[in-house]
């Protein structure tokens, strides 16, 4: 079977900063200098998505060679990290997109670094996104590329099934699921409820660094990802600052009194405050 | 700018988002509909007017394509805002329509302001709900706001303009099933008592049932009790990845105060915790806090509020 | 795990963690527990992963990898109480015997369904007069034409009634004062009988009992020579044992550490205490003691130092396991009279804590083996 002929998920990953070694100073500032990278949480669940819809058609990690999940992100330099975790996952191949203008990106930027690099990729008939990645979980991405690429998209997927090129969807929206179903090529972007990652045993992580990994550069996609002033690389947004989170509370806490006494205390309060 | 667009195919949601539009004192605020029904269902938005854009289709997402050419037009003479309810539906629509302007987005945003030079200033939440982002976006852009963020907007409002859209006709609607919701519907809840793991006893919850029925709240709790122990419905979680409520009072009890769950409970108007920890993360997030054994605060809160 | 991973090593340690932390293996694990018994889905499930004995050679069912990245999946797994850390630490004892003194031809009868996890293996050597008082064993091997006819009895072996294939260990001949031959006994074997099941003291329903041989004919093959090999190996079995002891001992910090600074006293916290805090930073710095050791000696072990790696393996477990214990006293102690009730974790594991300090050996006989190391002749090993 020709390269050529070889149909391909893309599964869009994102290499994120863990949530859980983030500190929020006293003085509300951000300190994530202890944060370790990891392949998002719910895009795990896309890649875990990608992979089933693939296998139930018959294609196989390594053995088939008429379809196959291949893996992409884009970030800055420090992205090639991500692979093998990422491949450890099933995917048979690993593409990246790195430079420094990942470090300003916004939505727009890295839907645009994506789209480019899904054009780039031969014979590539369905993506697979997250909802949104753990970090920011803006939830625009796969829109965004679906537009980009004037693509149909699916998005809220609860569980979906591909035979040939027709992709069958179930989405869960606040009030009903819907049944949907589109001819391919698509985005598609998936919830985690149902979608479970498997968890890399040593075969798949072993195997993972020998899978045949790519760097997409200028060549291939139009432009160059380290250039912060080229303009499909420039944000649509200006003066961004974090903060930590802080809880603008009263903070009246009783200790030491009878229950009695500081359930009254406290319900006397609330009746003050109109809640009750 | 001087008109702001607002669409959401919840009509109390799109009534907040004039809401939330009127408050950049614009000229005008227009609220989009896709067919003849959700026009009228508008009828007291509150809007300055309802622009009716008509496309057939059984899914408004679909109408993302042919919205962000009609909104192109728009916005190439004043380039402005488009505000849409963050629902499965809106977040669909609200994102393809900022991909085909290729122009900035915001979403589930804490709050929005407009600031100089034609740009819009947004807050919202990120890393779970620890860290908060402050952007700015000129316009124009598209923002999304969560329901029950802001107040609704009331008042007559009535057709100003139609048009005609072509949706996207890739996509194909097969069939629909409605989501049966069991129990009080908690994001309309004006007060919510949350059962948290500190509770030993699955029996143990009718000592939150007792104080919830004295003061009229529902039932919620932490992931934990739903999804591990499985002692109350996934309906009624609380949290990142659940539901998120802004009651009026939300009395946490028995509980740690994990992060991920204070994002579902945070935007309560007063918040109230029982926990023997006095150490407890929850504590820190309370307007008010009692330190004790919850079989012994729980029912003396009850009584109390009788 | 040792302080010094690779990222290929740290990716691999990840795996573990997210493995045993799924939502599919979490549910799992309750289920078997409310079940009882061997738990043979979470060793099929481990053994899927490629966990078992990833130290052995692909070509014996394992991942060719070293014993720091072995060592830090066993130890990720104790962490996260994944329920067949012991049976493993049971079977990898017999495996050992098995690559260090098996032929090629006995090697690749066994090696490959043990080590991939098919198989399950135990090392029975305990005789009911002692494990090393070889002299009272009432064991006997007596050979014949093609093969061997064994009677006796083993005693508190960790897997004897599941394992498939028994590593029994034979009485030291010819003068040898130290184990140099043994035999492997598949299950079915005619004659050999399951007989109790151990009650622990802290009773985990784990698979810890007696095995009764009755002229039970062991074919020639089945008879392993020491020969002039060495019995360094064992190091690397203590070991397993030893890291067990760890993450018990890490246990007993974290509960002290996350007691005593929540803990209110006069106004102030527990661990305000002087000696409370010196007590609590005592268990770290002897959790730390106990990591260097192990991951030293198993660094050794890779870059084939085997002596040197024997004697710290000795140290390790005699200091690490004792110091688990110790550990899980003090951390009970200091939970006041709350860690003597049940359900107390604190308290239970320092009971279950007394396991590891016996098995494989009581430290003070590591201590001896420490000794000797420096080429000192024990006078028990001499008579």
Known sequence: ?276 | MDTAYVYSEKPVLAAQLVGLAKSFEVKEVLAIAFDDESSAALSNCGADGIIELSGDSAMPENNARSLASWLSDAFAVDPGLLIVGATSIGRDLSARVAGYLDCGFSGDIISAELAEDDAISTTRSEYGGAVVLAETLPLPAVITVPAGRFDAASGAASIIDKGTLEPDTRIEVTGTTPIVKEGIDLSRAKAIVGVGMGFSAREDIALAEDLAAVIDAGIGCTRGIAEERHWLSTEQYLGLSGLTVAPDLYVAVGMSGQVQHLAGVRDSKVIVAINKNEEAPIFKAADYGIVGDLYEVLPALTAALK | MSHFLNEDQQLIVNSVREFCQSPTVQKMIQEEKAVGGFPHQSWKAAAEQGYIAAYLPEEYGGMGYDHVTYYSIFEELCKNSYPCTGPISGHILGIKAIEAWGTDEQKKMFLPQLGSGEKICCGAATDPAGGTNFSEWGLTEEETEDGWILNGTKVITTNAHNADYKVVFGRPQNGAKWYDHFYVIPKDAKGLETGEQEMKLVPDGSDWGTMVLKDVHVPKICRFERGDKDALWLGTSYMMVALQSLVLGEAGFMYAFGFATQRSRRGGKLIDLQTVAHKIADMAIRNEAGRGLIYTAARMWDEGRKEECSRLASMAKAFICEAANKNLHDATIIHGGIGNTMPATVGVLWAASLQLELAEFPCDMHRDFVIESYGVDLDWKTR
């Open chain 1, 1 to 276: 079977m020709s390269d050529t002929a070889m149909q391909r998920y893309v599964v869009c990953y994102k290499w994120v900063l863990d949530e859980a070694d983030i500190r929020v100073l006293d003085d509300l500032k951000v300190d994530m200098t202890r944060a370790k990278g990891k392949v998002s949480d719910f895009d795990r669940s896309a890649i875990e998505a990608a992979m089933r819809a693939a296998e139930a058609q018959g294609a196989g990690e390594s053995q088939d060679k008429a379809l196959e999940v291949h893996a992409l992100t884009f970030g800055d330099a420090e992205v090639t990290r991500s692979l093998k975790d990422a491949l450890s996952r099933g995917p048979a191949e690993g593409w990246t997109i790195a430079g420094e203008a990942a470090k300003t990106a916004d939505g727009r930027v890295s839907a645009q670094a994506l789209a480019a690099g899904i054009k780039a990729i031969p014979n590539v008939s369905c993506v697979f996104a997250a909802e949104g990645a753990s970090d920011t979980y803006a939830r625009q991405i796969p829109s965004r590329i679906a537009a980009i690429l004037d693509w149909p998209l699916i998005s809220s997927v609860l569980t979906l099934k591909i035979e040939g090129d027709e992709l069958i969807a179930t989405r869960k929206l606040e009030d009903c699921l819907q049944n949907v179903r589109v001819t391919l090529p698509a985005v598609v972007s998936v919830l985690p409820e149902d979608y479970e990652p498997r968890t890399p045993g040593l075969k798949a992580v072993m195997a993972a660094g020998r899978k045949p990994t790519h760097e997409l550069g200028s060549a291939e996609l139009g432009f160059d990802p380290n250039d912060v002033a080229s303009p499909m690389l420039s944000p649509k947004r200006l003066n961004v600052s974090q903060i930590g989170y802080a809880a603008a509370r009263k903070n009246i806490i009783h200790k030491g009194l009878s229950a009695d006494e500081a359930a009254q205390s406290v319900a006397s309060a609330l009746r003050k405050e109109g809640v009750v």
